[in-house]
């Protein structure tokens, strides 16, 4: 494994801070009331109301100033009873366990103990969290988060969820090793949207990230590849993949992946049918961005 990510993990432990009041008694109780759906409609309700709402909004505002992020367990789902460091206003179908319900099911139907799971786009931990419980302590859960601030909220939880099998890899995947542009989600957003430079869509806070590809990743000593990718990368989907072709050609991992142009789902397309993969719509969806899984078609 090269040098830039053998320290991803200690390194930056403490590189970003956030707020810890939530483990207070106000703070429990403030992400207890933004995991309900009855408060937020209450609160939804009570915005639209003349006047009211006009006080109601600028209260909720001052109650989550300053990007103050709140611990929270998660009620239902996958992720059930697993706590999360949340930003209230903008990952409340996170904290309601309700994120990418499809997703949860196939991870649950494909995971078992003992096995390891590939998180490209980790964001802050919700899938690499809910599938380290579902390999167990005898498998391996690897989190890949290029953006400094959600890979640190990764860390905290994989620690306050005692999940010692995720590894969080501070790095964005890539069709090559080395030094890119990272544009950080804006501040006010659930911190998702975050691009590596050559599909950023433009200058605005950017920062410098270190780049690696899944085959190099894999090739370091005593790494076990995945038997289950997952790839949410906001347009660089393709990039992954072509840092992929050995992995892909030695292990043959199950893959879902959220494509988010036409022109995307057609390069990953022909990229995985190259290889003898059955793509399959997933989601449902009519309109990008979209799930899709993949698997070996028969030889």
Known sequence: MSAPVQDHERGNATSTQFHDDADSFAGRVLGTLSASSFARSLYSGLTHVPLLGTLVHAAAGKVFAGKKRVWARIPHGLGKGLWLKIDPRFEYQILSGEHEREAQELLAAHLKPGDCFYDVGAHTGFFSLAAARL??????????????????????????????????????VWSSSGPLEFERATSASSLVDGKVGQVASSNINRVQVSGITLDEYISGKGVIPPIFLKIDVELAESEVLEGAAELFRASRPFLLCEVHTNENRNRVGAWLSARNYRLHDFDGRSTFPMWFVASVGEQ
Not at 144 to 168: G, T
């Open 135 to 172: 390999v167990g302590d005898s498998g391996r859960v690897v989190a890949f988060e290029p953006d400094p601030e959600n890979a640190a909220l990764l860390r905290a939880a994989k620690a306050k969820n005692n999940l010692p099998q995720i590894e969080v890899v501070e790095a964005a």
